[in-house]
């Protein structure tokens, strides 16, 4: 039945769209919040130690969201082999590094933390005064 036919293409069509327009929606909210951030941590006047490993997270948010929310977008919008091969391999090599990125800054700030909220006569007391002076250069 081609009267069917047309719908069920149409229907796909409409689902696509608004796919995409989530899609477009939750990239562009992302990035909007983590620009906010970032610029907010980046003119900080005083910055404490843990803001620096907060901006290494926000940078990885910020390849993650460019990395797989524009993508994923694009291919909702009906833009399927838009990046080629180099762009492909790009895109997924600096997704991998967002990643890595996120999953190391969180560890560290978790032994921060820890070491941080430790009390005063557990093993990590020597290593609290001392922590944030080497957190830029583990970083």
Known sequence: DPW???TRTSSMATTDVAIGVIFLAQTVIGILGNSYLF???L?????RSTDYILQH??????LSLLCTGVPQTMAAFGMKDFLRDIGCKLVFYLHRVGRTVSISSTS???VF???AISPMG???????FQAPRYIGSSL
């Open 43 to 47: 003119l900080g006047y005083r910055l």
């Open 108 to 110: 560290f700030l978790s």
């Open 39 to 41: 610029h907010h941590y």
């Open 122 to 128: 557990s093993t990590w007391a020597k290593c609290k």
């Open 4 to 6: 069917a036919e047309t």
């Open 57 to 62: 997270l926000i940078t990885a948010n910020f």
């Open 113 to 115: 933390q820890a070491i």
